[in-house]
Structures are given as C-alpha cells and as structure tokens.
C-alpha cells in the first residue's frame, strides 16, 4: 500500500455483528484496511502516509446495497419503445406518460394507428399492466383498432406479448401450432396471446430490428447506472444473462462495467433454458471459459430456471384453490418432469442454481427437486435459491430451511399490487400474505430482497424494499397486510447488504465492511436505525462509493416508483 484514504462519518453502520458499528473508515487500493475510529486505526496510519477526508462527517455511511435480480440492459431495450404503461416511465429521452386503465390504452393505441404513414409497419409498444389496468388484451380487441396495420403489445412484465391478426400472422403461428405458450380463447381459437420466454420470443421474431436496436445495450447500462448511484446500489445480478444473445450482452457489459467510472459491479447468470438451446453438453465448458473473462467489476454467475410465470402479469402456478377468474397460469420452457435431470448437471459442477417460483405449486415442485437433488448428489453449502418466492405457505418455509435452501424475494408486491391482486388475480389471503418475510425469518432462511428492476412496476431502492418488509404498508397508506409477516429493520437491511451478498455467494467480498473486502458504500443523508421504521423510505440517498471512489449525486432525488 502506498497510500490511505481515511473517511470519517457520523456513524458508520458496518453489518458485521461483532463490530457493528464505527466512525471511520480506512481504505486503499479499493479495498478495505480498518473500520473503527481515527484512534483505532492509529497502528496503521503512524506507518502509512494517508488522508484524511471529512466529506461524509455529517453522513451515515453503510455496506454499498445489493439488488441481487435486475434486467438492467434488457429493460434497456423497451425504452425506446412507445409505452403504453400504468405508472410514469422514466427513459433517457425523459418522462413517459402513464395511461390509467385498458380503454385508455386502447384509445393511445388507435392514436398510434392513425398516426402511421407506414400501414405495413407493425406498431410496437410495451409496459401493458393487466392487473393494473383493467385486464388482458386479446386479439379481437386489437383487431378492433385495426385488422390491416400490425399491433404489437409487449407487457410490463415482459411475460406476455398481445397481438393483433396482421401481426399474428407476420409470427408464423396458425391454428394447428401446439407450441408451449401460444394463448387460446375458451373455443380454441388463438387469442394472440404470447406466453412465457419462448413463445414471447416466437412473437418478437418479426420485430427484432425495432425492439433490439443498434446500441441500446450499452446506453441502458449507462443509464441504469445512475439509477443505482440514486438508490445506493453498488452490486446487482443480472438474472436473465442469455435472452437476446450471450455474445451481444456480454460484450456491452464488458464494454461499459471495467469502465473506471461507471459505478456498479454486475454478476451474470445465464439463463439455462437459452444457455441449453445454443450449447447443448457444451455449457458448462462456455461458462466456465466465460467465467475466465470476469473481472472485480463483471463476472459470472450460477445458472437460473425460470418455472412459472409472472405475479404482475397474472401467469405464475398456484395450487388449489387457484385463480379468481379460472386461470391456470404457465410454466417455464422447461418440463417439470425434466426439472431433476436438467439442473443436476450444475449441481454436481458445485454451480449456484437459482429457481423462479412466483407461485406456491411451482415452489412445492423446486423444493421437490432440490430434495431429489441432494439424494443422488448430497452437497453443502449449496445455496440453492427460490427466486422471488412470491406467494407460499409456512409449510414451504420450513421445508426450504430444512432443505438448506436461501430465498430472493421481491418485497415490492406487497406495497404495490397486494390489493389489485386481492380483487384481480390471486384472491385476498394469497395477496396478504405475498413475501412471507416473518415465516423465513422464523425458519431460519437467509433471504434477500430484489427489485427485478426494471421489468416489474416498482422501483430499484433499497430502502423502500426495507420499508416495505418492515411495515408492510399497501397502496392505500394505510392497509397493514399480513402484519405477522413483517421483520425487523436491522434483518431487512441485512437483506439488501450482508445477507443479499451470501445469496449471491459473494459474503467474503461485500455485504459488509470488514477489512479486507471492498470498498463499497451507500452515502445516507439519516440513520435507518434511529429513525421512525415508517420513514426508512424517506431517508435521503447522497451517493455511493465503488473500490473507495465517491460518486455522488448532484441533489437528492426522491424515490419513484421506477428510480
């Protein structure tokens, strides 16, 4: 070490339980030397030559937050898109408009129709929200706009593409297709409904050149970036590594993440349903050949199963008694049959599996398979991971502890749509008790919170994240839902620090600050420890800190529902 840099802070909160917390902090060469005081570290600083930087004196500094499921430059690719969303968007070009209900999105897709000097030009449009909104589109609302120009809806929660008949028909897909995915009326006939990744990729074939446009990669990292300096993200993992090219989306990552200045370290984990279709026998060999490439900044990691549909869009698996309306939601592109055989080849590799389970049959099926797992290859420390864990029971729990297994859960529902849901969708006990928090935190699971920022309607901020599992307030302000699942603040800040960074097998590297570990740090304008629980929302975020490198923002911005 040639040099330290000492920063001093109103208090510092550590999230290592033995030295929790200290007033400053010593760093050099992006790393971490010594947290204590400016007395404690005296041992050091007599033999090293070091600043001192007071910048922080009236601020609380904290590990860097840790949103471990993102889509940052996928949910790049829709923002050059027309939006047709339920909430304010907010793309580089500026705000976007919501519409409040499907008649007023009806009404913007006419517009758009009429507004066409290209009949022959599919209209292309994303962020439709059917819980939000009123209800699915189909096809022969579509058609009622327009049977001669192509219509294209994309939802936000990319789960779900609505077409109309000219762009049914640009998809190849007829009324002899059986492939998995392809939506039908009650009689059989296609309703223009794409479900799930494979058929949502069938229906973006036709529009690729529009919605995977030259250089929108890169320009989403940039931009998302700055809504994690916003947040005090300094780590998040992109779980959909693989969904238009591994090639293509490395080599932005690459092109952007070792920047010096770009202020966010991003783990990939590939998708294995694509990782399976393009290489076969062969990927675990590419992973691991990928895996060579990483640096302290990118790097890859595990492999992640999709298995059920979306919460938002209405498409996930739930046993009895099912869905108000009759609806039986959708699978993964993977059999579940297949499920064992599929992910076994990862696990006897030592990889890290994660598992999307929205709805409590497809949780019941991944803790089926993660028993059968250890029975034919017995493992340790495994860190098996539920993804999202959206809707369960206390039986599932307990049997994901007993199983040794970690949960990443999107607390986020709970505020924003456990009532749309408690009338549309799920009906009122399952929408109450969305994230069951309390229940893993009494098991004993380790857990985190994650946004999946930003393909569902809620914001990447971690402290609102908190708030949420801490108060579990619905949209009303009002509305307590499921009061005995809500946790302590010192567990839920855990759970976007210490303990987000064991999910991501990534604990000896960040989560805390312990000498040793980088130097990443979430700059607070007040103390999520003193404060009110109910204000955690509102502590104001000044920045972040990357290997020991400040990067604050201008002003404080207060948090939105999408950053």
Same mark, same amino acid.
């Given at each position: ?12 909160? *550590?999230?290592?339980?033995?030295? %929790? ?5 010593? /760093? ?19 033999? #090293? ?6 910048? $922080? ?26 939006? &047709? ?35 022959e030009r599919p ?76 058929? &949502? ?19 989403? #990292? ?6 994690? &300096? ?15 090219? $591994? ?12 920047? %010096? ?33 990483? *640096? ?18 209405? *498409? ?18 993977? %059999? ?48 098996? @991971? ?47 008790? *969305?994230?069951? #928090?309390?229940?893993? +935190?009494?098991?004993?699971? @380790?857990?985190? #919170?994650?946004?999946? $920022? ?54 000896h590297e960040i ?18 420890? +003193?404060?009110? %629980?109910?204000?955690l929302r509102d ?13 604050? /923002? ?10």
């Amino acid at each position: 070490m040639e040099r330290i840099t000492v920063y001093t802070a109103q208090r510092i909160y *550590t999230m290592d339980p033995g030295r %929790p917390v200290a007033s400053a902090i010593a /760093i050099s060469e992006g790393r971490i030397v010594s947290v204590g005081s400016l007395e404690s570290m005296q041992p050091w600083l007599r033999r #090293l030559p070091h600043d001192i930087d007071d910048r $922080f004196k009236d601020d609380i500094l904290m590990p860097g937050f840790i949103d471990p499921h993102t889509h940052l430059r996928m949910s790049g690719t829709y923002m050059g898109l027309h939006y &047709v969303g339920p909430i304010t968007s907010h793309a580089p070009s500026g705000p976007q408009a919501p519409l409040a209900s499907r008649d007023a999105v009806l009404v913007r897709l006419k517009e758009l129709v009429e507004a066409t000097n290209d009949p022959e030009r599919p209209i292309i449009t994303w962020g439709y929200d059917p819980g939000m909104q009123g209800g699915h589109l189909d096809r022969d609302m579509l058609d009622a706009i327009s049977d001669t120009v192509p219509i294209w809806v994309l939802a936000y929660a990319p789960h779900i593409v609505y077409t109309n008949t000219p762009m049914l028909e640009r998809t190849g897909v007829t009324e002899d297709t059986t492939a998995h995915g392809i939506g039908r009326y009650p009689d059989g006939r296609l309703n223009g409904w794409f479900i799930e990744t494979s058929a &949502v990729g069938t229906a973006t074939r036709p529009v690729i050149k529009d919605v995977y446009r030259p250089g929108f990669g890169q320009e989403a #990292l940039l931009h998302q970036a700055k809504v994690a &300096v916003q947040n005090g993200v300094t780590t998040v993992a992109d779980m959909g590594w693989g969904f238009e090219s $591994f090639e293509r989306e490395w080599d932005d990552h690459m092109a952007v993440v070792n920047q %010096p200045d770009f202020p966010l370290r991003i783990l990939m984990t590939p998708f294995e349903a694509r990782l399976n279709g393009k290489y076969g026998d062969d990927a675990l060999d590419y992973l691991k050949s990928m895996a060579s490439q990483g *640096t302290d900044k990118l790097s890859v990691h595990g492999v992640k199963f999709i298995n059920d549909g979306s919460y938002p869009s209405m *498409t996930l698996r739930l046993n009895f008694p099912g869905y108000l309306d009759g609806e039986v939601g959708l699978t993964g592109e993977t %059999p579940w049959a297949e499920m064992v055989a599929r992910m076994l080849p990862y696990w006897q590799a030592g990889m890290h599996i994660h598992s999307h389970a929205n709805g409590d049959e497809t949780v019941d099926m991944t803790l089926d398979t993660l028993a059968e797992l250890q029975v034919r290859h017995p493992r340790f420390d495994h860190r098996f @991971t539920v993804e999202h864990y959206c809707i369960s029971t206390v039986a599932q729990g307990k049997r994901l502890a007993a199983l040794g297994g970690l949960a990443s859960v999107n607390p986020y529902f709970v505020h924003y749509r456990s009532l749309i849901h408690a009338d549309s969708g799920f009906g009122p006990d399952r929408s109450e008790a *969305t994230a069951r #928090l309390g229940t893993l +935190a009494e098991a004993g699971v @380790t857990f985190a #919170l994650h946004s999946d $920022f930003n393909l569902v309607v809620g914001p990447m901020a971690p402290l609102v994240a908190a708030w949420i599992a801490v108060n579990r307030i619905a949209l009303d302000e009002a509305t307590v839902m499921a009061p005995g699942e809500r946790i302590s603040v010192e567990r839920a800040l855990r759970a976007v620090t210490i303990d987000a960074a064991y999910v991501l097998n990534r604990d000896h590297e960040i989560g805390s600050l312990e000498v040793g570990k980088l130097a990443d740090l979430a700059v607070l304008g007040g103390d999520p420890f +003193a404060v009110d %629980p109910m204000a955690l929302r509102d502590i104001p975020v000044k920045g972040t800190v990357i290997a020991g490198r400040p990067h604050m /923002i201008p002003r404080v911005i207060p948090h939105t529902i999408n950053g």
